[in-house]
């Protein structure tokens, strides 16, 4: 099966190109439309996402385009995320799975990652991250901690169905008999999709953005998101949204409900979201970023998903260790453990100020 754009760094050409610039790029519809030439174009990538990150959270935005001979030869969002827990953060690309230098050959993602690096000094930040879905030759450390879960699609859902295991495809079936349905849709679904994920979150004591920032990136990307609820009869038990571009589909957020678990309704939610984007032509489901190991990384096995190693590259502009702002930190596992333990009007206040601070 192809396995989509995480697969495999860009294929050099015979020669890199000539006279490679970077500098700002103001032009977004020359920025997408390279996008659209490149096999390592992701939906993170888009234009758009300056103008989402930057009206909902006030994050300033450093979009670097590579040009050779007129021609756009590569791009690379960075995003300044500046908070009083974490700092001063330079990003690529914060909030979401990956982001790093999307270019036509190695030296252009190189002459891009230093201008990031340049960047980083000028505005003094406290550490430049680079997201990247393959090794970048940069002389930066990279964590390793990271992997994407990838399917490779068909036209036919039915090529995956048989593919699976039969304990598998009887785990799904038995789901089914739960009265479980999924419906799909836009920014109409947002308030049933919100309420989910607040609870959702709350449990894992992690802290969610606004809900203007979901109906943001709804309206900014109308025909690149879907909403997916999963429900018992009216009861909505898990939710995710989902973006599309080049022919992949991205999984950005899930959560479930208290009942999510006992009625296996992400056997349900997950084999919809599958089909729906075989039925759309795409050629891959990246379900999203998962830790080595994991159990999110087992469940995501077992739609015969595999894991391609993620790199994400640091830089401290000072100097000094690479930052450990993780969720096995063990100096945030008590400021997890207390978030699970409050009530959602408290998550809720405070999670909208405090989730824009951790990239």
């Given at each position: 099966?192809?396995?989509?754009?995480?697969?495999?760094p860009?294929?050099?050409?015979?020669?890199a190109?000539?006279?490679i610039?970077?500098?700002?790029?103001?032009?977004?519809?020359?920025?997408?439309?390279?996008?659209?030439?490149?096999?390592?174009?992701?939906?993170?990538?888009?234009?758009?996402?300056?103008?989402?990150?930057?009206?909902?959270?006030?994050h300033?935005?450093?979009?670097l385009?590579?040009?050779?001979?007129?021609?756009?030869?590569?791009?690379?969002?960075?995003?300044?995320?500046?908070?009083?827990?974490?700092?001063?953060?330079?990003?690529?690309?914060?909030f979401?799975?990956?982001?790093?230098?999307?270019?036509?050959h190695?030296?252009?993602?190189q002459?891009l990652?230093?201008a990031?690096?340049?960047?980083?000094?000028?505005?003094?930040?406290?550490?430049?991250?680079?997201?990247?879905?393959?090794?970048?030759?940069?002389?930066?450390?990279?964590?390793?901690?990271?992997?994407?879960?990838?399917?490779?699609l068909?036209?036919?859902?039915?090529?995956?169905?048989?593919a699976f295991?039969?304990?598998?495809?009887?785990?799904?079936?038995?789901?089914?008999k739960?009265?479980?349905a999924?419906?799909?849709?836009?920014?109409?679904?947002?308030?049933?999709?919100?309420s989910?994920m607040?609870?959702?979150?709350?449990?894992?004591?992690?802290p969610?953005y606004?809900?203007?920032?979901?109906e943001?990136?709804l309206r900014?990307?109308?025909?690149?998101t879907?909403?997916?609820?999963c429900?018992?009869?009216?009861?909505?038990?898990?939710?995710a949204?989902?973006g599309?571009?080049?022919?992949?589909?991205?999984?950005?957020?899930?959560?479930?409900?208290a009942?999510a678990?006992e009625l296996?309704?992400?056997?349900?939610l997950y084999?919809?979201?599958?089909r729906?984007?075989?039925?759309?032509?795409?050629?891959?489901?990246?379900?999203?970023?998962?830790?080595a190991?994991?159990?999110?990384?087992?469940?995501?096995?077992?739609?015969?998903?595999?894991?391609?190693?993620?790199?994400?590259?640091?830089?401290?502009?000072?100097?000094?260790?690479?930052?450990?702002?993780?969720?096995?930190?063990?100096k945030?596992?008590?400021?997890?453990?207390?978030?699970?333990?409050?009530?959602?009007?408290?998550?809720?206040?405070?999670?909208?100020?405090?989730?824009?601070?951790i990239p």
């Open positions: 099966m192809a396995s989509g754009p995480l697969a495999t860009p294929a050099p050409p015979d020669q190109p000539p006279d610039t970077v500098g700002p790029c103001v032009d977004e519809n020359r920025w997408n439309a390279f996008l659209g030439t490149q096999e390592s174009g992701s939906f993170y990538h888009l234009a758009a996402w300056q103008r989402v990150n930057g009206e909902s959270f006030g300033r935005s450093f979009p385009a590579a040009y050779s001979a007129g021609e756009v030869v590569g791009v690379l969002p960075l995003v300044l995320v500046e908070s009083r827990l974490f700092g001063r953060i330079l990003c690529s690309m914060p979401v799975n990956f982001g790093g230098p999307c270019a036509t190695p030296a252009v993602e002459a990652a230093r990031a690096i340049a960047k980083a000094s000028e505005l003094a930040v406290d550490y430049l991250e680079l997201r990247c879905t393959h090794p970048v030759d940069i002389g930066l450390e990279a964590s390793l901690r990271k992997v994407s879960m990838t399917i490779g068909a036209p036919d859902p039915d090529t995956l169905w048989n295991t039969s304990k598998h495809r009887k785990n799904v079936k038995r789901a089914y739960n009265d479980l999924v419906k799909s849709g836009g920014v109409e679904l947002l308030s049933t999709f919100y989910m607040e609870e959702s979150w709350r449990n894992l004591g992690t969610l606004s809900r203007a920032y979901f943001r990136v900014t990307f109308p025909d690149n879907r909403v997916f609820v429900h018992r009869k009216e009861e909505p038990v898990a939710v949204l989902t599309y571009f080049n022919g992949v589909v991205e999984g950005l957020w899930a959560g479930g409900g009942r678990r296996d309704a992400n056997y349900v084999w919809e979201m599958i729906d984007g075989c039925q759309r032509g795409c050629r891959a489901f990246h379900l999203g970023r998962s830790t190991d994991s159990g999110s990384e087992e469940f995501k096995r077992k739609w015969n998903a595999e894991p391609k190693q993620l790199y994400w590259y640091f830089h401290r502009p000072g100097g000094g260790p690479m930052p450990s702002l993780n969720v096995d930190n063990p945030y596992r008590m400021a997890i453990s207390a978030w699970r333990r409050m009530p959602l009007w408290a998550t809720r206040m405070l999670g909208r100020h405090i989730a824009p601070s």
